[in-house]
């Protein structure tokens, strides 16, 4: 096979994955846009609205570890192919939905759908594409739509809700699920591993993640002395808890222990979830902030955000030709307090801070940080790793970035919500709010700057092309006999 032809061959398996993964994402923000409208046409009460985009949160999350060791031992593209009809369908009934319930389960399902999905097509990466040039392309599109999402999304989302409807911002994800779904059969399966699914273990992981990402989702809407919340956190410890127990003593476990082992892919993990904390967050805060001080649309607020959508296509198409020559820990580091100097860049925002003199550029920095991190971190965790546990470990990276994420967002929410709520009381309104985005933003700047100090104390030393020994070397090891 010629050169040109290989790479013809290798373009649609890219799509592929690049595709799932921005449909994915997307959906994390494209409801968002939309929720005021589906308000006012179902009558859906103000308490009920915000589960229209937890569930979908809360399923993907919890489900994460279960999907990625499903497709360990039952086949990766066959389980992400049946994660994208789950998803279609999913989309298909939200689209539809006559009322509230209907339309929260609908999220739900999509979240299974996600969740059989995304740790199955991060690790078809390493059967798909054997060539470490190719795989390092794949690799760093992949992350790219992990930023792109949501900025697609937003934008997405306000063009069919002004447009076609909010039912569209459901409907539009069944063609492209299609797609998807029929361009997967070039997609180069793994060899299915013996083995059973350890069914003790799932029921408590997966009550585990439940109760913990439920507990993160009620901290963000009513405070971290939130009783229930609390009770799903002491739930959450105690399940978890319960699960590693189990997994210590499992012959077949959901999660292998020994993965933590290697310190640099404990530290990637780690550093996954404070690196997804900061970015996310910042963009909560900051879209509220256009449209609550600035009087931003809503498409106005999605195009604001392009500078971002520039900055994730530099730093995760830049990080896999960086990572050759320069050690993944100075990447992700790098990465990680680029991004928290973005975000003390944005926590002195005021209510006539400038576009292009101060949130743009803080918005490329932000993204282009979180972009050369977020793919150093994910060589760390994924590369080398046993053939029979790379949708696990997968999946474990994608559970930290996704309760990161809910971190953020309900820490960030509830610290912007707490200040503003303290404020002087003679103070305007837009000052108010100001008082609390700053502090949520200087709170984004700490834990970015604790994602960069553990990504620099753990991670390899070495670049990566160094660690493998040669420039094609599969992703993944075969298991040890």
Known sequence: MTEKA????????????????????????????????????????????????????????????????????YGRRRALQAGLVIFVLGSLVGGLGLNSGALIGARAVQGLGAALVAPNALALIATTFAERKTRDAALGLYGAMSGLGIVVG??????????????????????????????????????????????????????????????????????????????????ALVLLAAFIATQARSSTPLVPLRLFRDRGRAGAYASMLLLA????????????????????????????????????????????????????????????????AAAFWFSF???????WLHLAPAMFFLALGFGLGVIALTQAAVYNTAANEAGIASALLNSAQQIGVALGLAVLAGIAAT???????????????????????????????????????????????????????????????
């Open 6 to 73: 290989g790479q013809r061959s290798g373009l649609i398996p890219l799509l592929v994955i690049a595709t799932a993964q921005l449909m994915l994402v997307l959906d994390d923000s494209i409801v968002n846009i939309a929720l005021p409208s589906i308000q006012q046409e179902l009558g859906i009460d103000a308490v009920h609205l915000p589960w229209i985009v937890n569930a979908y949160i809360l399923a993907f999350g919890a489900l994460l570890l279960l999907g990625g060791r499903i497709g360990d031992l």
């Open 154 to 235: 937003l934008l997405l989302g306000g063009v069919l809700t002004d447009t076609l409807g909010w039912r569209w911002v459901f409907f539009i994800n069944i063609p492209i699920g299609i797609l998807v779904l029929l361009g997967s059969r070039t997609l180069v399966e793994a060899e299915r591993h013996p083995g059973s699914l350890d069914v003790r273990g799932a029921v408590l992981g997966t009550g585990g993640m439940v109760a913990l990402v439920y507990a993160i989702t009620r901290f963000g809407e009513d405070g971290f002395t939130d009783l229930i919340g609390i009770g799903l956190l002491g739930a």
């Open 277 to 340: 904390v900061g970015p996310m967050g910042t963009f909560y805060v900051i879209t509220l902030y256009l449209q609550q001080v600035q009087h931003y649309s809503p498409l106005q607020t999605g195009l604001s955000w392009l500078p971002f959508a520039a900055g994730i296509v530099v730093g995760a198409g830049g990080a896999p030709k960086l990572l050759n020559k320069v050690a993944p820990r100075v990447i992700a580091a790098g990465g990680a307090l680029l991004s928290a």
């Open 349 to 355: 925002i005021q209510v006539d801070t400038s576009y």
């Open 419 to 481: 200040v503003t709520g303290t404020s002087e009381p003679g103070a305007t309104a837009g000052a108010q709010l100001i008082a609390g985005y700053g502090s949520a933003l200087t709170v984004a700047t700490g834990m970015l700057a604790a994602a960069g100090l553990l990504a620099a104390t753990t991670l390899p030393s070495k670049p990566t092309a160094q660690a493998d020994g040669k420039s094609a070397v599969a992703v993944v090891k075969q298991p040890s006999h």
